[in-house]
């Protein structure tokens, strides 16, 4: 069978040889230009069937909100410079208005203000809820023992969750705050705001998103794209965002770095195309030696991979 192909394409050559040369190509062109069309996707809506209930969700996440995830940066080092990068990268991003519609670097202050009573289950707002029974500072903090008392004592399931865990840390060092507001006044410190850092500080407790240690810090990027985007406007963005990130880092000196689902993508389209070529190079090797080794000559299998090759780039 394999002789026969072979006896019928070398005749055809030999007698048609300008049909045949016409004829390769024809097909070298067609198939070059096919190739050059081939795409690289890693997004989440070209997994599943266009069809699929998770990816209509998906795509009216990105109709109402323009991305579907945030990037995130976390940071470690010293509280204090964790706390002044923070406040220096914030800035420095948002300048990019380009790649990124905003960064949050603190809990949202005034989206508690408005509706932490209602995020509150209905036992909690009982208990703590008794701490604003009276406002002078002795009665206050009693109150402010007995919740404690009876959220942490007397709960068994208060801290079932690494969550609630971290809102009691937060809630905590919240009150070293106010205390050391207190401490100022009584040290004959004052000004016109500290009422209102005190009122916030037990409100609130800590608003920086720091660990438990207080060595990291998470700070979240909301970017103006998603991964719809090209592949390569995804990395050159990220690489982009990451870059910042990086130069601001060395001028606190902490570290810092980004993770997410995008800077994922971003990982994932760099070692596959860095990747690719390295397999791509060597299955063409390989594909020689074994018509060299097949045919016993070198020169028609050399010409073959050259033609792959062009037709391939």
Do not use: C
Not at 166 to 184: H, K, P, S, T
Request: charged share 20%; net charge negative; glycine share 6%.
């Amino acid at each position: 069978m394999r002789k026969q192909f072979l006896n019928t394409i070398a005749r055809l050559s030999v007698s048609h040889t300008w049909w045949m040369t016409v004829g390769i190509l024809l097909l070298t062109t067609f198939f070059g230009y096919r190739a050059s069309t081939i795409q690289m996707r890693t997004g989440f809506e070209n997994l599943l069937p266009g069809d699929n209930p998770r990816i209509a969700e998906f795509n009216h996440i990105i109709d109402e909100f323009q991305n579907e995830s945030n990037i995130i940066l976390l940071a470690k080092g010293a509280e204090d410079s964790l706390k002044a990068y923070a406040d220096g990268v914030k800035p420095l991003l948002e300048d990019f208005d380009e790649w990124v519609a905003s960064v949050h670097t603190q809990v949202p202050e005034d989206f508690y203000r408005r509706n932490a009573l209602k995020l509150l289950p209905p036992d909690q707002l009982d208990n703590f809820g008794t701490m604003f029974h009276n406002p002078n500072l002795v009665s206050f903090l009693k109150n402010l023992n007995n919740s404690f008392e009876r959220e942490y004592q007397r709960n068994d399931e208060a801290l079932k969750s690494r969550r609630d865990e971290l809102n009691a840390v937060r809630f905590l060092d919240g009150l070293e705050m106010f205390v050391n507001i207190q401490r100022q006044v009584m040290d004959g410190k004052s000004s016109d705001d500290l009422g209102q850092k005190a009122v916030d500080a037990i409100t609130f407790g800590e608003t920086y998103m720091l660990s438990p240690d207080k060595n990291m810090i998470l700070i979240m990027i909301e970017p103006t794209f998603n991964m719809l985007i090209e592949p390569a406007e995804l990395q050159k963005s990220i690489n982009g965002i990451e870059r910042i990130v990086k130069d601001a880092s060395t001028q606190y000196g902490v570290t810092a770095g980004l993770t997410g689902s995008l800077v994922l993508g971003r990982d994932e389209y760099e070692a596959m195309t860095s990747d690719s070529w390295t397999i791509s190079i060597l299955a063409l090797i390989g594909i020689f030696i074994l018509f060299v080794l097949s045919f016993r000559m070198w020169v028609s299998p050399l010409l073959a991979i050259i033609t792959v090759i062009s037709g391939v780039t």
